[in-house]
């Protein structure tokens, strides 16, 4: 069953995802989800994602760009870019760099992104 991503062509978060699944060489379908219409809080999209934001689905659902970026990443580690590093150091430093990717620096640059590009904020 082929991979389908559920978001936004603007979602960053989404786009993080399409960038690891073209790095591993996995095709995908793309369904958008229109934000600007509200259709990621109708109950029908609920029932797959309960807050209401963009998700994979290869009947598997999946949900947060990090969780799915690093499922891909394994899933397909024998294909397309390395992604995630099998020695225990290189793989704690990535770890590290993750972390602080995610709490240190995306808190702000996310904000950033919303004033600056889409002007939501
Ligand atoms: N913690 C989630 C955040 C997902 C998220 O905020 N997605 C945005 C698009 S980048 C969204 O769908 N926003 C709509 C909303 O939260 O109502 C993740 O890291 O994937």
Same mark, same amino acid.
């Given at each position: 069953?082929?991979?389908?991503?559920?978001?936004?062509?603007? *979602?960053?978060?989404?786009?993080?995802?399409?960038?690891?699944?073209?790095?591993?060489?996995?095709?995908?379908? +793309?369904?958008?989800?229109?934000?600007?219409?509200?259709?990621?809080?109708? *109950? *029908?999209?609920?029932?797959?994602? /309960? +807050?209401?934001? +963009?998700?994979?689905?290869?009947? +598997?659902?999946?949900?947060?760009?990090?969780?799915?970026?690093?499922?891909?990443?394994?899933?397909?580690?024998?294909?397309?870019?390395?992604?995630?590093?099998?020695?225990?150091?290189?793989?704690?430093?990535?770890?590290?760099?993750? *972390?602080?990717?995610?709490?240190?620096?995306? /808190?702000?640059?996310?904000?950033?992104?919303?004033?600056?590009?889409?002007?939501?904020?």
């Amino acid at each position: 069953m082929v991979l389908t991503l559920y978001g936004h062509p603007r *979602s960053t978060c989404a786009q993080r995802v399409a960038v690891t699944l073209h790095e591993k060489g996995v095709p995908f379908k +793309f369904v958008l989800v229109d934000l600007v219409k509200g259709e990621h809080k109708h *109950s *029908s999209y609920l029932e797959e994602q /309960p +807050f209401g934001q +963009f998700h994979t689905s290869n009947g +598997f659902i999946l949900y947060e760009r990090r969780a799915i970026a690093h499922y891909l990443a394994e899933k397909y580690a024998d294909q397309g870019t390395p992604l995630i590093p099998k020695d225990l150091k290189a793989k704690a430093l990535f770890e590290q760099a993750a *972390s602080i990717e995610a709490f240190n620096y995306d /808190p702000y640059a996310s904000h950033a992104v919303f004033n600056k590009i889409f002007e939501l904020e």
